[in-house]
């Protein structure tokens, strides 16, 4: 009886789903609710909840030396404040982000660039969108440059598809990630 | 008699060619800023990215219009009045201003690479520790410019007022230009634009100032 469950409670443990990195494409950029970049929707009731603003797979091996987004969200999430990581100077106005560091941000997997905190007003479901700022430097993206190639704009490619998808929910549907798995992958599930 | 007048004739003619007398030739090594030369390796025009605290770009890594890296040491050939090089001419008083604009240099901020050497050339390849930003460099010679057109360099600095230090005041006339029209002295990446390469840069000079 006492083999029988320690056997369950390892069959259990191991099938119990990691946390895993929602994004795995190259220069992902997405919300996430943790700092793993496993999370991008939640519900909740009123409150205050953090939202991480976070660069995945960047190919820059370099590390981040300046990058610019728009974090847009609807009127029942009302912004409680902003920490950006790292030493760096916001030029732009939120929900504008056009920054540049005094010391380049190391290369990571997961980068979090910045910490968004809302209070969410009420339970309707509130949607999070990234799209290019304003003024983008490159047309219709959002970018970042690597300290060893100043010049260079490496697009931010978004986790859930394009400007119109949100990449994070609160108290709605769940967003998916930008790119649909091959029918190999999709039979690899029920092997 | 005439073996007395042969001896002293060869006598005052050695002296002569031994003694030069003063005003026939300048044999003192004094730098003559009218036949001194610097060149730079291409025609440019270059600019440089420079920063008080010297953690600028180097002139042997300037950029071209369009952000290409391009060498832009000058060399300097040191000659005196005769054409002769100047050997071991001291660095300290060998080195760059501007023509026009505000360049801003710290003390011994843009000196000469190195003594001059036994071709009388010495270069100015490092960084600059200096901010504001300038147009056309002259090379000056213990403070007298050498007399040839200013060569195709400008800077530019994150410490855009030129207080040698890049602070708060520079952020307020960066965002003025990154939002605005187009000023040199925000296009750090010199391409033309004011954008996320500039913010790079301007981010990576705040808080320098001279050593």
Same mark, same amino acid.
């Given at each position: 009886m006492r083999r029988s469950v320690i056997l369950l409670a390892a069959v259990l443990l191991l099938a119990a789903p990691a946390a895993a990195q929602v994004d795995t494409h190259p220069d992902g950029i997405g919300l996430y609710f943790?700092?793993?970049? @496993?999370?991008?929707?939640?519900?909740?009731g009123t409150g205050i909840v953090t939202v991480h603003l976070v660069l995945t797979?960047?190919?820059?091996? @370099?590390?981040?030396? &300046?990058?610019?987004?728009?974090?847009?969200?609807? &009127?029942?999430?009302? @912004?409680?404040?902003?920490s950006l990581a790292g030493s760096c100077i916001n030029l732009a106005s939120e929900p504008?982000?056009?920054?540049?560091?005094?010391?380049?941000?190391p290369w990571a997997t997961i980068n979090v660039l910045a910490d968004l905190t809302f209070f969410v007003s009420n339970t309707s479901p509130a949607d999070l969108f990234l799209r290019p700022i304003s003024q983008p430097s490159v047309p219709g993206q959002m970018v970042y440059v690597a300290p060893d190639d100043i010049g260079a704009k490496v697009p931010m490619i978004w986790s859930t598809g394009g400007p119109d998808v949100p990449v994070a929910t609160i108290n709605g549907g769940c967003a998916v990630p930008a790119e649909q798995d091959t029918w190999g992958g999709v039979k690899g599930l029920y092997r | 008699?005439? +073996?007395?007048?042969?001896?002293?004739? %060869?006598?005052?003619?050695?002296? /002569? /060619?031994?003694?030069?007398v003063a005003g026939l030739a300048d044999p003192t090594g004094i730098p003559d800023v009218n036949l001194s030369t610097a060149t730079v390796p291409s025609p440019g025009p270059f600019?440089?990215?420079? +920063?008080?605290?010297?953690?600028?770009?180097?002139?042997?890594?300037?950029y071209l219009m369009g952000g290409q890296v391009a060498d832009a040491t000058i060399t300097l050939h040191l000659v005196d009045a005769n054409g002769d090089p100047i050997y071991l001419y001291p660095f300290?008083? /060998?080195? %760059?201003e501007c023509d026009a604009g505000s360049l801003a240099v710290c003390a011994g901020g843009s000196t000469a690479d190195a003594y001059t050497d036994v071709n009388g050339d010495t270069t100015f390849s490092h960084p600059l520790y200096a901010g504001g930003q300038g147009q056309g460099v002259m090379v000056l010679v213990s403070g007298l410019a050498l007399a040839q057109p200013p060569l195709p360099i400008s800077f530019n600095s994150p410490d855009i007022t030129g207080d040698l230090v890049a602070n708060l005041d520079d952020i307020v006339l960066f965002g003025m230009d990154w939002l605005g029209s187009y000023h040199y002295r925000s296009?750090?990446?010199?391409?033309?634009v004011i954008d996320i390469s500039d913010i790079a840069l301007f981010a990576q000079g705040l808080g320098a100032g001279c050593p």
């Amino acid at each position: 009886m006492r083999r029988s469950v320690i056997l369950l409670a390892a069959v259990l443990l191991l099938a119990a789903p990691a946390a895993a990195q929602v994004d795995t494409h190259p220069d992902g950029i997405g919300l996430y609710f943790d700092e793993q970049a @496993s999370i991008n929707c939640i519900d909740m009731g009123t409150g205050i909840v953090t939202v991480h603003l976070v660069l995945t797979n960047a190919t820059a091996a @370099s590390g981040v030396a &300046a990058w610019e987004c728009r974090v847009d969200y609807p &009127a029942n999430l009302i @912004s409680a404040g902003t920490s950006l990581a790292g030493s760096c100077i916001n030029l732009a106005s939120e929900p504008d982000f056009a920054v540049g560091y005094v010391q380049p941000r190391p290369w990571a997997t997961i980068n979090v660039l910045a910490d968004l905190t809302f209070f969410v007003s009420n339970t309707s479901p509130a949607d999070l969108f990234l799209r290019p700022i304003s003024q983008p430097s490159v047309p219709g993206q959002m970018v970042y440059v690597a300290p060893d190639d100043i010049g260079a704009k490496v697009p931010m490619i978004w986790s859930t598809g394009g400007p119109d998808v949100p990449v994070a929910t609160i108290n709605g549907g769940c967003a998916v990630p930008a790119e649909q798995d091959t029918w190999g992958g999709v039979k690899g599930l029920y092997r | 008699m005439r +073996r007395t007048i042969t001896i002293m004739i %060869l006598a005052t003619a050695w002296s /002569l /060619l031994s003694c030069p007398v003063a005003g026939l030739a300048d044999p003192t090594g004094i730098p003559d800023v009218n036949l001194s030369t610097a060149t730079v390796p291409s025609p440019g025009p270059f600019s440089v990215y420079t +920063r008080p605290d010297g953690g600028g770009h180097p002139l042997a890594a300037a950029y071209l219009m369009g952000g290409q890296v391009a060498d832009a040491t000058i060399t300097l050939h040191l000659v005196d009045a005769n054409g002769d090089p100047i050997y071991l001419y001291p660095f300290e008083d /060998l080195w %760059l201003e501007c023509d026009a604009g505000s360049l801003a240099v710290c003390a011994g901020g843009s000196t000469a690479d190195a003594y001059t050497d036994v071709n009388g050339d010495t270069t100015f390849s490092h960084p600059l520790y200096a901010g504001g930003q300038g147009q056309g460099v002259m090379v000056l010679v213990s403070g007298l410019a050498l007399a040839q057109p200013p060569l195709p360099i400008s800077f530019n600095s994150p410490d855009i007022t030129g207080d040698l230090v890049a602070n708060l005041d520079d952020i307020v006339l960066f965002g003025m230009d990154w939002l605005g029209s187009y000023h040199y002295r925000s296009d750090f990446f010199y391409d033309g634009v004011i954008d996320i390469s500039d913010i790079a840069l301007f981010a990576q000079g705040l808080g320098a100032g001279c050593p």
